[in-house]
């Protein structure tokens, strides 16, 4: 696609439960991050995948997190026995390999437990 | 503790006005990003500064890199609502794969 599409674009979901975050970043792009961000406050650094290379996970907040990449493509991001604490929205980006630190990102999932 | 400072946080101006936003670090990065972000929507990049004491303007908005390459700045010429936003830096850590490490965000809003 043009960009990274993200879905969805909002979620409501009860403390407790599992949520899953999708990430379809842009079509070659080799680079995928996720990102999380509180209302109005800076990016927190969730997870980064390059290519066939083992993910950095160094950013994740507790083991109930979790992302997985399929095929080089598509990524999704497992929230387990969601929190309050978790609300926030979930942005992921992509980066073309040897295009230095350009990224881009998509719109975001805005994620409320309630 | 953040990598990377920004200052201020808030800012609220009339149009017209000039603003200096400021992005602050005791560590070298090899290159420095601004973004700005609406509500709703992700990070927009807005420049990539590379050399230590590079100026690079976009419009009414000039960027600056910092010569030892540990802090940059924004400045807006007789800013406008259009340029109400969140205004995001990034900085690429040498040598990290994470390769971008975000500032807090100063909030703009350009009052008419």
């Known amino acids: 696609g043009a960009g990274v599409s993200q879905s969805p674009s909002n979620k409501v979901t009860e403390k407790g439960k599992d949520v899953e975050l999708r990430c379809d970043p842009i079509?070659?792009?080799?680079?995928l991050y996720w990102y999380r961000q509180s209302l109005g406050q800076g990016l927190e650094f969730l997870i980064y995948f390059q290519g066939n290379s083992a993910p950095d996970k160094s950013g994740l907040p507790s083991d109930r997190f979790s992302a997985e990449r399929t095929g080089g493509s598509v990524s999704t991001l497992t929230i387990q026995r969601t929190q309050q604490e978790d609300s926030a929205v979930y942005l992921c980006?992509?980066?073309?390999?040897?295009?230095?630190?350009?990224?881009?990102f998509g719109e975001g999932s805005w994620l409320t437990v309630v | 503790t953040q990598l990377l400072e920004q200052s201020p946080q808030f800012l609220s101006i009339q149009e017209g006005e000039n603003l200096t936003v400021y992005c602050n670090s005791s560590?070298?990065?090899?290159?420095l990003q601004w973004y700005r972000q609406e509500p709703g929507e992700g990070p927009v990049l807005l420049v990539t500064v590379v050399t230590g004491g590079e100026v690079k303007k976009l419009k009414r908005l000039t960027f600056q890199f910092g010569d030892a390459r540990k802090d940059s700045s924004l400045h807006i010429t007789a800013a406008q609502p259009g340029d109400t936003g969140l205004y995001l830096c990034?900085?690429?850590?040498?040598?990290?794969?994470?390769?971008?490490?975000f500032g807090s965000g100063t909030q703009l809003t350009v009052l008419p």
């Open positions: 990034a900085g690429g850590l040498p040598g990290s794969a994470r390769q971008l490490t």
């Open positions: 980006a992509s980066r073309r390999a040897g295009a230095g630190n350009t990224i881009y």
């Open positions: 079509s070659g792009h080799t680079a």
């Open positions: 560590s070298v990065f090899s290159s």
